[in-house]
């Protein structure tokens, strides 16, 4: 199908218009991965670069505040991104958001998972350290965990344990809390088959 312009009438005729006029206080629309050149005041403009619809207020294109609750699926950070815009991802399995103050995607979840810390944590910040299988937080300047992790196997762990873990002997039937410090060795708590023998919880705050 030929591709039709609008019809309009000058001077009681009808005329197609043409690619450049305008109709008053209607500003173009223009689809293209490049910003269009000599816009004029609510001009038009879909960024399939980014995926986002622009209005040119006069002096820059914008991005109308109905699109800022869109959010960006890809594995790259969009072009020319505006404040308070959303981006998932897709690299990291992360949500987004741009802080023009900093000019920087910051976390909007406060979750990230990554096999080594996040660069630049925010205070509060979260991070699930696929290394260790431990969640962590930012406080201050350091990465604490949250919680303590349990271990099960038949023989005790030998490293990613911090103070206050649990190991499960699997064999024994019997739990274990890692003490650190100057101690670092795992304290029996209870000891499996009903026989005692096993250290109490008085030892283990002994050592905290």
Do not use: C
């Amino acid at each position: 199908m030929a591709d039709r312009k609008p019809i309009v009438y000058v001077n009681g005729y009808p005329e197609q218009l043409a690619d450049g006029d305008r109709l008053n206080s209607i500003g173009v629309v223009t689809v293209s991965g490049s910003a269009p050149s000599s816009p004029k005041t609510g001009d038009l403009w879909f960024d399939t670069g980014g995926n986002l619809l622009k209005v040119y207020d006069g002096s820059a294109w914008t991005e109308p505040s109905e699109s800022l609750s869109t959010v960006i699926v890809s594995a790259s950070a969009p072009s020319s991104p505006s404040n308070g815009l959303l981006w998932f991802d897709t690299t990291k399995n992360q949500l987004k958001i741009y802080v023009s103050a900093s000019t920087s995607w910051e976390s909007a979840d406060n979750v990230a998972v990554a096999g080594s810390a996040p660069s630049s944590p925010a205070e509060g910040e979260y991070w699930w350290d696929t290394t260790n299988s431990r969640l962590k937080i930012y406080i201050g300047s350091a990465w604490n965990e949250v919680g303590h992790r349990t271990f099960s196997a038949a023989t005790a762990p030998t490293s990613g344990m911090v103070q206050g873990d649990w190991w499960y002997n699997s064999t024994a039937g019997s739990f274990s809390m890692y003490i650190a410090g100057s101690l670092n060795a795992w304290v029996t708590v209870s000891s499996g088959g009903g026989g005692g023998g096993g250290g109490s919880i008085n030892d283990i705050l002994a050592y905290g």
